[in-house]
């Protein structure tokens, strides 16, 4: 059984920083991808950064780029999203997920972590 387990979200001011923490157990795959997606209210369910398990492959989407960085920890499988210059418009629940291979559509996950609440607000 995949279990996730989530944490760093939070209330931040814009252009503050945040450190999101992803750990994944239970993967059948020695190899996988995981991702970070987000959702806001109202919006579809965006992909905002994967990474593949040996670390050899990274992608993130156009929206955040050059401001949040994905990274992995291979010993623990735990992904980090390091979220800086943050706006209000990153505001929304955020999401890791695993797949068989890193991807940012989300119809490509097998397993869905539970989310966690990043606020960006003065």
């Known amino acids: 059984q995949v279990q996730f387990v989530e944490s760093g979200g939070g209330l931040v001011q814009p252009g503050g920083s945040l450190r999101l923490s992803c750990s994944v157990s239970?993967?059948?795959?020695?190899?996988?991808?995981i991702s970070w997606f987000r959702q806001a209210p109202g919006h579809e369910r965006e992909g905002v950064a994967c990474?593949?398990?040996?670390?050899?492959?990274?992608v993130h989407g156009e929206s955040v780029k050059g401001r949040f960085l994905i990274s992995i920890d291979k010993t623990n499988n735990t992904v980090y999203l390091q979220m800086n210059s943050l706006k209000p418009e990153d505001t929304a629940v955020y999401y890791c997920?695993?797949?068989?291979?890193?991807?940012?559509?989300?119809?490509?996950?097998?397993?869905w972590g539970k989310g966690t609440l990043v606020t960006v607000s003065s």
């Open positions: 990474i593949s398990t040996n670390g050899a492959y990274k």
């Open positions: 239970g993967f059948t795959l020695d190899v996988y991808g």
């Open positions: 997920a695993v797949s068989a291979a890193p991807t940012l559509h989300p119809m490509g996950m097998d397993y």
